[in-house]
């Protein structure tokens, strides 16, 4: 089953400017795949197709996780590579970037145990809003990507991670809840 440990996006409100920006990109006439609202997320650690046994002890890892709340702010839009050659857009995270580095080393930690590999590349909080499919009206992106560049778009309270399955359908992905962080306790 192909999985990957997220935080959720669940704020009416954030995901209402989240949409707003959305449109904005939308409207330039870009090749653009959206990330639908309910499955808007943080990526913590995308783990790929991995077995049914080993994404059990996943999610026993992630169950057994706590941590203390945090709040989580989003500013900006940017692009990877970069505004002007975009394949992925995403929203930027402001405050909480620290604490979610810090989740994110104690997940990693946990799945070296069980046997994953370490990732290449340092780990980039953001937020994925769309993929860019083609190179079609390439200039006007690029112009509402730099117009989105300081907007703010709200916070949100993290507590509490989720082990999620991807099932890709013609339609786009349909997420599924493995497995949950236990609340946290003081």
């Not at 909480?96 to 994953?116: C, D, N, Q, T, W």
């Not at 349909?174 to 306790?185: D, H, R, V």
């Amino acid at each position: 089953m192909r999985c990957f440990i997220a935080v959720d996006v669940e704020d009416a409100q954030l995901l209402d400017a989240i949409a707003e920006a959305q449109r904005k990109l939308q409207s330039t006439g870009a090749d653009l795949k959206l990330v639908e609202r309910e499955n808007l997320h943080i990526t913590l650690r995308f783990l790929g197709e991995i077995s049914p046994s080993l994404a059990e002890a996943v999610g026993e890892l992630i169950r057994e996780s706590s941590f203390k709340p945090f709040r989580v702010s989003f500013r900006g839009v940017g692009a990877f590579p970069n505004t002007h050659r975009p394949r992925v857009i995403w929203i930027g995270v402001s405050e909480g970037a620290e604490e979610l580095k810090r989740l994110h080393a104690r997940i990693e930690k946990g799945l070296l145990s069980l046997g994953f590999r370490g990732e290449n590349r340092s780990f980039t909080p953001h937020l994925t809003i769309a993929r860019v499919r083609s190179g079609r009206n390439r200039d006007r992106l690029t112009m509402a990507l730099e117009s989105l560049l300081d907007i703010e778009f709200g916070s949100l309270t993290i507590s509490h991670v989720r082990l999620k399955r991807s099932t890709l359908t013609p339609r786009g992905p349909i997420y599924t809840t493995l497995a949950e962080s236990a609340p946290y306790e003081a």
